[in-house]
């Protein structure tokens, strides 16, 4: 029998949430991870929010996370920036849940010559900030965003993410960004670390081909993907690669978390 010891690695929107109601099943689902003693991190490419904030949102949705169980690209960001210059500066275009994560590893925010410029999310994008980010980049500052996320959702439709406010300051520079979130494999690499993890033992969960799945190989893990957000089976037939298993939602992993693959 094989005695492999499974850790896991969730995206959060379309997995285990879609617009903010619960998947049904996903509460079941996490319930039996924490009976059998699995340890799991729920990931989150949005950088607005503090996993304090997260864990209250999905609460209200029926959904239990310990705070220490959710990684967003905010916290990847601030593990980062501060492995590569500690204790440094930086000019924010952000919410509470960046500049919470580069405080709490030690950085300055300024105005003034900082280090980095750091791109996340936020729900009201300024003309004027997004200009001094600009001249900052311009005066020398180095461009970090979070997450290369073009759109976003919201009731009434899409709306401008991270990645398309990105490109406007990447015309406006000649710079790009270095984006830390999906699909860069550092984000998983960075949330192993955080579990004391293997790459080897680790799956990851998504319902992007993009984002999730991309990462997940790049990183070395075992990957599924879910149909319950973005991803159909049609369209992730047009990637050049492919997850290691497709699932209808998350609640067909239920009964299965120590054995997803059929091992046994």
């Not at 000649?174 to 680790?202: D, F, I, W």
Request: charged share 25%; proline share 5%.
């Amino acid at each position: 029998m094989n005695e492999r010891r499974w850790t896991y690695l969730s995206d959060m929107d379309g997995v285990l949430v879609k617009e903010e109601h619960l998947v049904p099943g996903a509460d079941e689902f996490l319930a039996e991870l924490k009976a059998n003693g699995i340890d799991f991190l729920v990931l989150t490419n949005n950088s607005i929010y503090t996993p304090r904030d997260l864990r209250a949102r999905l609460e209200r949705t029926g959904l239990d996370i310990p705070e220490e169980s959710i990684w967003t690209s905010a916290l990847a960001t601030a593990k980062f920036l501060s492995s590569q210059r500690p204790n440094g500066s930086a000019f924010v275009i952000g919410e509470a849940g960046l500049t919470t994560a580069l405080h709490e590893v030690g950085y300055v925010l300024t105005e003034r010559d900082p280090d980095y410029v750091v791109l996340g999310e936020t729900r009201t994008y300024s003309f004027s900030a997004i200009t001094r980010a600009i001249r900052l980049i311009e005066g020398g500052a180095k461009f970090i965003a979070t997450n290369p996320d073009a759109t976003g959702p919201s009731i009434e439709g899409s709306m401008p993410a991270t990645g398309s406010v990105a490109a406007l300051i990447e015309k406006a520079t000649g710079r790009s960004p270095y984006y830390v979130g999906k699909p860069n494999p550092l984000m998983m690499r960075s949330a192993l670390r955080r579990l004391g993890a293997h790459s080897e033992s680790t799956l990851m969960i998504g319902d992007r081909m993009d984002t999730d799945v991309h990462s997940g190989i790049e990183a070395g893990l075992q990957t599924i993907l879910v149909l319950t957000g973005i991803s159909t089976r049609e369209s992730a037939e047009r990637y050049p690669y492919r997850p290691t298993l497709v699932i209808d939602s998350i609640a067909d992993l239920i009964g299965r978390t120590q054995d997803p693959f059929g091992e046994g």
